[in-house]
């Protein structure tokens, strides 16, 4: 088990000076921050939070953006380790999954399963206005961060994209999600005003 309290093995990550480059906004600061941190988050939420691996490496990307977006905040003692603190992030978030993934069961009636009233092809070109905001959404984030989202809707793993594009594993992992979270608060944002629209 990865406990919350004792982490000898990161504190080269642990010392006033990273955390000095991270809070700074320093990008190779976070790059060695998620290359340090995003297998043991995993192996934390699938190991000792019982998270699904599929769910997990989604989760552990997360709370690192969420650590990228709130360590300005943290504040640095010899009691209050960074460790420390990004794994109680991981435990939270590890908490509300589970709270969140209580399954709510429906019946589906026969007639809903037998329809065939959908007809294969019957939403094609519906709705044009909203592709040509997803492509200009698309077109407003970087190339690489294109790149990877492309190369993953095609079912090439991380390992791949990450050796292609020069950079670590776990960083090509966490600009998807990125990339990923920019684009659902995009749609969330657009989609309720134009979904009705035909």
């Given at each position: 088990m990865i406990g919350i309290g004792g982490f000898t093995a990161f504190e080269d990550i642990n010392s006033a000076d990273f955390l000095v480059e991270l809070q700074t906004g320093?990008?190779?600061?976070?790059?060695?921050?998620?290359?340090?941190?995003?297998s043991p988050l995993f192996r934390f939420l699938a190991g000792d939070m019982n998270i699904p691996e599929s769910d997990a490496e989604e989760l552990a990307a997360d709370v690192l953006m969420v650590v990228h977006a709130k360590v300005s905040g943290f504040r640095f003692s010899e009691r209050a380790k960074l460790t420390t603190w990004i794994f109680q992030v991981a435990k939270n978030r590890a908490i509300d999954y589970?709270?969140?993934?209580k399954p709510d069961f429906c019946e589906l009636?026969?007639?809903?399963?037998?329809?065939?009233?959908v007809k294969a092809g019957s939403y094609t070109n519906r709705n044009p206005h909203l592709q040509i905001w997803l492509a200009n959404e698309l077109a407003g984030l970087s190339e690489q961060d294109r790149?990877?989202?492309?190369?993953?809707?095609?079912?090439?793993?991380?390992?791949?994209?990450a050796d292609?594009?020069?950079?670590?594993?776990?960083?090509?992992?966490?600009?998807h999600k990125r990339a990923l979270d920019k684009l659902?608060?995009?749609?969330?944002?657009?989609?309720?005003q134009g979904a009705s629209q035909s």
């Open positions: 320093l990008q190779t600061a976070f790059d060695r921050l998620v290359d340090r941190l995003l589970h709270r969140r993934s009636s026969d007639s809903v399963v037998g329809s065939d009233t790149q990877i989202l492309n190369w993953r809707a095609l079912d090439y793993d991380f390992a791949q994209i292609w594009l020069g950079m670590a594993e776990g960083t090509a992992r966490v600009r659902k608060a995009a749609a969330e944002r657009q989609v309720p």
